[in-house]
């Protein structure tokens, strides 16, 4: 599934324009997008969860040259499945 196909089944489960189900998707994305920056915790109990892993710098190699290359510091969302979830993708 993708953007525009949840749209789509918002629009015709809930009896929405497709304006508004856009909105609706769209102020979603962007609630979570915000909570990634803010660097906090989203989860939908049952269903997923996210949180943000922070990487301390290190050094890597090119695998090209093999030049030792400095890796900075990073923070990447990390997902994680809900009990839920993985149990009905689990038949």
């Known amino acids: 599934m993708n953007k525009l196909k949840l ?3 918002l629009k015709e489960k809930a009896d ?11 102020i979603f ?9 803010k660097g906090d915790r989203v989860e ?4 997923w ?3 943000m892993k922070e990487y301390e710098p290190y050094l ?3 695998p090209k040259t093999g030049e ?4 900075p510091a990073k923070r990447l969302p990390f997902f994680k499945c809900g ?3 993985k149990d009905r993708v689990d038949y």
């Open 49 to 51: 969860s996210f949180f």
């Open 68 to 71: 030792q290359v400095e890796i």
């Open 83 to 85: 009990k839920e979830l």
């Open 44 to 47: 939908i109990r049952g269903l």
């Open 16 to 26: 929405l324009t497709r304006d508004e189900s856009a909105e609706i998707v769209k």
């Open 60 to 62: 890597g190699r090119n």
């Open 29 to 37: 994305f962007n609630e979570i997008e915000e909570a990634f920056i």
């Open 7 to 9: 749209i789509q089944t």
